[in-house]
């Protein structure tokens, strides 16, 4: 008879954006959640569960990143990310990540732009077997032009190598592209509708794509059953990937109120950036920048406009998810936690809230809203055992030792069952 398993006297936190509920216990079968009920009704004494008490610690859904770069290693601006390390290098810095998230509670990725489509790589050696790590949605790999479109310059695409980066200047290529990508595993294509603030080759007010090129990349990767995510900072990139019918607008930073009303109401997807611009700032003379070259920047107004708009997008119902370009020097891979405090302690967004983009509102972005993310009957048993409720206190996701279990799909993946099984006594068959 197959067993089931009992995470019993667990502290639930459902992923629902609400308080955890005490005094419950969590029943699995198999890879999936069977039931959450109260203590005093587990089915404790079945011949065929297995019990694992708990003792209080909390239950959550497995997080899932949704802005991730798993290729980026302690890069200083966008030229280290194509040229610092080989391929070979940067690969296997890649799948170390990959396999870390697991312990760190993820376990899922949405990838964010793939450096020479290692994400659709990783995907195959997690599916095969070959290498353990969570859940991926495949990204393509950037889909750039070489400048804002009065800027172009055919000689840019001459330096980059196109299996790193995809750099398209007509219409014609961005199909071609998008179409390849996708053939190659893609299920979600990032463009750029704006620049970025340490872009070489736009500024975050700058619009990068035309809105011509955004409808066509956008159609084709939707005619071929893949989503779009745009990098869109500045409001004219915002409205214009809008108006092309994107799924996911990666950072908002300058979202007006009607920008968010037209998300709210096209249930887009957005993915923030706080924590980056933020440790940028803050950090970013620690890692060799000039407070002349933090000067240059924008990233106080992107900063103090996320923060407007953050509670807004709580209030509207937008799909907030979080992730943030971690990998570079001042946010590294691993400190994922670290942005979900930023978001608490910064912010002002409730702990309960925050949690929900990393599980609810990521499963969603992953495709597995309705098979992940949270702590319910029938859903994938993708589970993170906390030494203390990050519902309560968000720093706990971030303390050493305070993740000691991670189970993807009813199986554990990171710490062991064997601390919460009750010890055989003397004498018992």
Known sequence: MPRRTLLHRATVQEGLGRASLPRHSVLLNGDRVEAVLPDDLAPLHA??????????RTVMPGMTLGHTHIAYL??????????????????????????????????????????????????RAVDSGRLRGPRITPCS???????????????????IPTDLMRLADTPEEMAEYVIGEIEQGAEIVKVFSSGDDTFPNGRSHELLFTAEELVIATRTAH????????????????RNALAAGVDVIDHATYADDAALETIAERDVFVVPSLYQPHML??????????PEYLETLEFEAEVANTLRILPLMVEMGIPVVAGDDFGFAWTPHGTYAKELELYVTLAGIPAPTVLTWATAN?????????????????????????????????????????????LLGGEAVAGTTERYRAPVTAGAS
């Open 141 to 159: 790999r950037d889909l750039m032009v070489s400048g804002p479109p009065e800027r172009r310059n055919p000689e840019v695409k001459k330096r």
């Open 281 to 290: 700032l803050t950090t970013g003379t620690e890692h060799g920048k000039t």
């Open 47 to 56: 011949p065929d569960v297995d019990v694992l008490d708990l003792d209080g």
């Open 362 to 406: 990521g499963a969603r972005l992953a495709g597995r809203g309705d098979d992940a993310g949270t702590v319910q009957q029938g859903r994938l048993a993708d589970l993170v055992v906390t030494d203390g409720d990050p519902a309560e206190d968000i720093t706990v996701l971030s303390r050493p030792g305070a993740i000691e279990l991670v």
């Open 223 to 238: 005619e071929h059953g893949a989503r779009v995510r745009a990098h869109s900072r500045g409001l004219g990139g915002i």
């Open 74 to 123: 302690d890069i200083l601006d966008g030229r280290e990310m194509l040229f610092k390390y080989s391929v070979p290098e940067v690969t296997l810095a890649a799948a170390e990540n990959t396999a870390n998230l697991l312990a760190l509670g993820y376990t899922g990725f949405v990838g964010a732009g793939s450096v020479a489509g290692i994400d659709m790589a990783l995907r």
